[in-house]
């Protein structure tokens, strides 16, 4: 079955305190990427990835950081995490024809 | 550059009722689009694809959309509603090309009324 997995689901954590959303897929997609969700404004791309190795950035790029040293994995970091980042972050593979794959979405509240 | 409006952040149907959402995209070149939805705490699934098949693309759970390149819309519908088509909706566009970025559109949040 084609999957995308994130972790954690939920996180509360406090400003500044690091913290690492993994994810996994298992279709050897090339292509992955993150995106945050906000009420009213959709889903807007933070990076991406071409394949391993190469990362790049996308509309919201500011205060993430992601790596790609397996196909399989692309885990988002924030290094020092705000307030404004408390949102609804989605890792996504994407094959061929542009088809997106979601994982099931991580919960991020900062304080 | 890509781009996509949703009319309508929220729509309301009665239960058996069509289910109309509407979605226009611009785009320089031929596009693919998509609707996903979104149920409540899940992440996003597809619904349907058009990528310059047929006009009229049909989906999951009897829903359709209709790709008008004279009107630059890909309106989404559904005859009948039914309450577990309660969700959010997003339409999205990408460059006819595989792995080119996909923008998505701000969503419809669609409720149905018993």
């Given at each position: 079955e084609a999957q995308v997995t994130q972790n954690p689901r939920y996180l509360i954590t406090v400003t500044g305190k690091k913290l690492t959303v993994t994810c996994s897929q298992n279709?050897?997609?090339?292509y992955m990427s993150w995106y945050r969700q906000d009420p009213g404004l959709g889903l807007r791309q933070i990076y991406y990835s071409m394949n391993v190795e190469v990362t790049d950035k996308g509309d919201v790029p500011e205060g993430y950081k992601v790596s790609r040293k397996e196909k399989r994995n692309f885990p988002l970091i924030l290094e020092s995490p705000s307030p404004n980042q408390t949102s609804l972050y989605f890792c996504a593979s994407q094959g061929a024809g542009n088809t997106i794959y979601f994982g099931e979405g991580s919960w991020l509240t900062v304080v | 550059a890509q781009s996509v409006t949703q009319l309508g952040s929220h729509v309301s149907v009665s239960e058996g009722a069509l289910v109309l959402l509407r979605c226009n995209y611009s785009s320089s070149v031929p596009p693919y689009l998509f609707w996903y939805v979104q149920y409540p705490n899940q992440g996003l699934q597809l619904l349907l694809k058009y990528t310059?098949?047929?006009t009229l693309v049909k989906g999951i759970n009897g829903f359709e959309a209709e790709f008008k390149k004279s009107e630059t819309s890909f309106h989404l519908t559904k005859p009948s509603a039914h309450m577990s088509d309660a969700a959010e909706y997003f339409c999205a566009v990408s460059e006819g090309t595989s792995y080119d970025k996909v923008i998505f559109g701000p969503g419809t949040s669609l409720s149905v009324i018993p």
């Open positions: 279709m050897n997609h090339e | 310059s098949a047929a």
